[in-house]
Nanobody, 125 residues
Framework: QVQLVESGGGLVQAGGSLRLSCAAS????????LGWFRQAPGKEREFVAA????????SYGDSAKGRFTISRDNAKNTVYLQMNSLKSEDTAAYYC??????????????????WGQGTQVTVSS
């Protein structure tokens, strides 16, 4: 089992940047595929990005392509989401998630078994 704790959210102006971090407990962090999802009020939780166990493969949702970068440091048990060129529509609660199942860069939220508590990102226009 793994426990996930996100940090790094906050208020930023449109066009700005934020880096989210997600720290994980446990000694088997490198076994997990990791993902970032987000959920805006009244909307479904949406896939943002995923990264494979070694960090050599990534996948992005359409809204994140070209602006966001997912990375991981297995020595620090941490996954990151660098977000650049932020827009007001990026405003949401952002969640990191982990799974031992599914594909190497899993995009389906139903395949993730462990979730953090979320961190709020608010982009002002």
């Amino acid at each position: 089992q793994v426990q996930l704790v996100e940090s790094g959210g906050g208020l930023v102006q449109a066009g700005g940047s934020l880096r989210l971090s997600c720290a994980a407990s446990g000694r088997t962090f490198s076994y997990y595929v990791l993902g970032w999802f987000r959920q805006a009020p009244g909307k479904e939780r949406e896939f943002v990005a995923a990264i494979n166990r070694s960090g050599s493969m990534t996948s992005y949702g359409d809204s994140a392509k070209g602006r966001f970068t997912i990375s991981r440091d297995n020595a620090k048990n941490t996954v990151y989401l660098q977000m650049n060129s932020l827009k007001s529509e990026d405003t949401a609660a952002y969640y990191c998630a982990a799974t031992l199942r599914g594909s190497s860069v899993e995009r389906n939220r139903a395949m993730y078994d462990y979730w953090g508590q979320g961190t709020q990102v608010t982009v002002s226009s």
